[in-house]
């Protein structure tokens, strides 16, 4: 088997016993994905409040059963293993409510199969897929933004993030130019180092979810092709992935 990488998900799968750092690292990647996991459970959930009240009880069962223990080191990304886990007990949720109609009991109604995974844009699994994209560039994007007040460069940073996720035209860089009292081609450097930064940040925040370097580029193209089908449609944002 080979030998684990420094990363949580590693530390995690490495240390099979209580360790704090395991546990502290695996309470991290949970609150990192919570937002995917509400997301993936309110696309097949009638009730916001429901819906919070699934995703509060599958991490409570992730950490408390330890799911982590079933996990192959070989085979180990976190959001794929956290993906898979997450739609077994959506479906295990969903026959113990048929179970309970079938028996008389008193079932709520909370996950909505007429419609689940009809579009597959609307599935529970894109729409996990979607929320962790989303998620890793909001942290990275804020990560840089922290970096750059640290420099005094905030105001600068604040001014150019629109740059990072969506391509500007030349009338954009004028702009920004303008309101920033810099020459255009001083802003377009500007932004060409924030997008390699950006790049770098986000391959840091993914390696720590995976144990094998090799799938830090298999994550990153993933993030790219979730991240190139949101146009703003239906209130989405509108982000177009910058990082090359």
């Known amino acids: ?10 530390l995690v799968l490495a240390a099979r016993d209580h360790t704090p750092d395991a546990q502290a690292a695996l309470d991290a990647l949970c609150r990192v994905y919570r937002p995917a996991v509400l997301t993936c459970v309110l696309s097949r959930c009638r009730n916001r409040a429901q819906a ?21 080191p070989a085979r180990g990304r976190f959001r794929t293993f956290l993906g898979a886990a997450l739609n077994n007990y959506l479906g295990t949720h969903a026959e113990r409510q048929r179970a309970l109609k079938r028996g008389g009991g008193l079932a709520t109604e909370v996950l909505d199969e007429e419609h689940a995974g009809a579009d597959e844009r609307e599935s529970p699994e894109h729409a996990f ?35 990072l996720t ?4 030349a009338d954009d860089y004028a702009q920004a130019a303008a309101d920033l009292g810099l020459r255009q081609n001083t802003v377009a450097v500007s932004v060409h180092r924030l997008r390699e930064r950006l790049r770098d940040v986000v391959r840091k925040q993914l390696a720590d979810t995976v144990v094998d370097p090799a799938d830090v580029d298999d ?25 090359r």
């Open 52 to 72: 919070e009240d699934l995703t509060q009880d599958f991490f409570a069962r992730f950490l408390e059963y330890r799911y982590q223990d079933i996990a192959d």
């Open 166 to 169: 969506d391509a500007p035209d």
């Open 129 to 163: 897929d979607l929320a962790w994209a989303l998620t890793v560039l909001d942290q990275a994007l804020e990560a840089l933004r922290a970096e750059a007040e640290g420099n005094g460069k905030a105001a600068l940073f604040d001014r150019l993030r629109e740059f």
């Open 219 to 243: 994550e990153l193209r993933s993030l790219r092709a979730v991240l190139g089908g949101v146009d703003g449609a239906g209130g989405r944002r509108n982000r177009r992935m910058q990082v």
């Open 1 to 10: 088997m080979p030998a684990f990488q420094t990363t949580r998900w590693s």
